[in-house]
């Protein structure tokens, strides 16, 4: 059953996911070769619980960590370590919080130094589908309309994408309906209604779209072991249309990067704080 919010709600939300934005931010200035992704996940702990709200992650699902760190051919669910980052990795860190009794959850993957141009490439088209698969997010479309389009945008690109692990509705639980895969077949699914908040997050992979889990029950990895990518936002259907509720601003202010991607899925600009 999808579970409408109020803009009162929304607004709470709105809240939850700006922290995770901040979080994601403030790893964005750390991450760097030689960090091991087990000090991130301390940092990020600390940063959630010193604004007041609790990681979203931790003990969910028995979750050992409050950010999730997948390195290079690592899809999602990579669980921090003590191995240090190196320069040319890439690192999906995937973060939530628990804030005014509502969910933040929020991906980006980060570039550790100089990173190979096809692999540079994937992260570009990976976070352009996500933009692709938002604008489908909109009143008198369905569930399927949103992965379609990702599917169709990555796959001209030679690239797979991930079938077993989906985006999702999100509210005062971490997991919500609807399922949000990215693939599907316009006009399936269920219909998009006002109210609804969801994560859309394209998991795609540069080779196969085959994957497999690690021994320790959670790490996911591409069956060729070639690099995968992740992005996620958390998006409102308010009016019909689709407005964001998370923002890559903070962690584009830490790298120094110009970006105006995000306008056409906000009522108000963002203001920073």
Request: glycine share 10%.
């Amino acid at each position: 059953m999808i579970i409408q919010k109020t803009r009162e709600e929304i607004e709470l939300m709105r809240e939850s996911a700006l922290l995770v934005s901040k979080t994601l931010g403030m790893i964005a200035r750390e991450i760097k070769p030689g960090v091991t992704t087990l000090h991130l996940d301390k940092l990020a702990e600390e940063f959630i619980r010193d604004h007041g709200a609790v990681p979203g992650f931790l003990g969910l699902y028995g979750c050992p960590s409050s950010i999730l760190t997948s390195v290079n051919d690592q899809v999602v669910h990579g669980l921090p370590t003590n191995t240090p980052i190196q320069e040319g990795d890439i690192v999906s860190v995937d973060c939530g919080t628990l804030m005014n009794e509502y969910y933040g959850d929020h991906a980006y993957t980060f570039e550790v130094g100089e990173v190979a141009p096809e692999t540079k490439k994937l992260l570009q088209i990976t976070k352009e589908s996500l933009y692709v698969g938002i604008r489908e997010f909109k009143a008198g479309n369905r569930v399927e309309d949103v992965g379609n389009a990702i599917q169709k945008f990555t796959e001209a690109h030679g690239y797979g994408v991930v079938r077993e692990l989906v985006g999702h509705g999100l509210g005062k639980k971490m997991h919500e309906d609807p399922e949000m895969p990215n693939y599907g077949k316009r006009g399936r699914g269920k219909m998009f209604v006002e109210g609804m908040v969801v994560a859309i997050e394209p998991m795609i992979n540069m080779g196969t779209k085959n994957i497999k889990q690690l021994k320790d029950g959670w790490t996911i990895v591409t069956a060729d072991r070639k690099p995968s990518a992740h992005f996620e936002h958390d998006v409102a259907l308010i009016d019909g249309k689709p407005e964001l509720l998370s923002t890559y601003a903070y962690i584009y202010e830490a790298l120094g990067i110009v970006s105006n991607e995000e306008e056409e899925f906000r009522r108000q600009p963002l203001v920073l704080s």
